[in-house]
C-alpha cells in the first residue's frame, strides 16, 4: 500500500479527536478512518461515525483474517482496531488518509507502512482536568487512563513529528503545515 497516510496518536484524553475533527472541518477531503472497538458506545456516538461498535467475536475475526492495518487492547480492557480494507482503498483513490490511533496502533502501522507520517499530539500540561471534565469515566476508568497516559507520554520520541494541542486553532495550523494543505 502507498499513499499519503498520517497517523494521529498521543496520550488519552489529548484531544486527538477534537483536533482531527477540527482539521476535518477545516479540510473535507481529508479521509478519517473510522476504528473498530469492542467496548460499548457512549451515549452520543453512533456506529458507523464515531466508531464500528462490534462484538469480541466480530473482532477475533477481524484478527483472523487480518482485517485490521493494527489493532490493540486499550486501557487494559477494550480492543480498538482500524479496518484494512477501507483505509486501502481510500489510499487507492489518492486520498490524503488520517488514522487517529492509540500509541500501540502507531507502533503497528509503523511496521506495516513504513512510510506513514506519524505526528504526536502533546498536552501542554497534564490532562486531569479534561478526564474529570468529561464526566464519563468513573474515578478508577481516570485512574487507569492517566496511568497509561504517563507511559504514553513517554513514547513522543518515536513518533516524526509533535503538536502541543495548547491552542485548537494553532494545533490544526501545525497539522495543515505538516500535511501540505
Do not use: C
Amino acid at each position: 500500500m502507498s499513499g499519503d497516510v498520517t497517523v494521529i496518536s498521543g496520550p488519552t484524553a489529548v484531544g486527538k479527536g477534537t483536533v482531527v475533527q477540527a482539521l476535518k472541518a477545516r479540510h473535507p477531503e481529508v479521509w478519517v478512518s473510522v476504528s473498530a472497538t469492542t467496548r460499548p458506545p457512549r451515549p452520543t456516538e453512533v456506529d458507523g461515525v464515531h466508531y464500528h461498535f462490534v462484538s469480541n467475536a466480530d473482532f477475533d475475526v477481524l484478527v483472523a483474517t487480518d482485517g485490521l492495518l493494527e489493532w490493540a487492547t486499550v486501557h487494559g480492557r477494550d480492543r480498538y482496531g482500524t479496518p484494512s480494507a477501507p483505509v486501502e482503498a481510500a489510499v487507492e483513490r489518492g486520498e490524503r488518509v488520517i488514522l487517529e490511533i492509540d500509541l500501540q496502533g502507531a507502533r503497528q502501522v509503523r511496521q506495516r507502512l513504513p512510510g506513514a507520517r506519524l505526528v504526536f499530539i502533546a498536552p501542554p500540561n497534564w490532562a486531569v482536568n479534561r478526564l474529570v471534565g468529561r464526566g464519563t469515566e468513573t474515578a478508577e476508568q481516570r485512574e487507569r487512563r492517566l496511568r497509561t497516559a504517563q507511559v504514553e507520554l513517554a513514547a513522543a520520541d518515536e513518533f516524526d513529528h509533535v503538536v502541543v494541542n495548547d491552542d485548537l486553532g494553532r494545533a490544526v495550523d501545525d497539522l495543515v503545515s505538516l500535511l501540505g494543505l
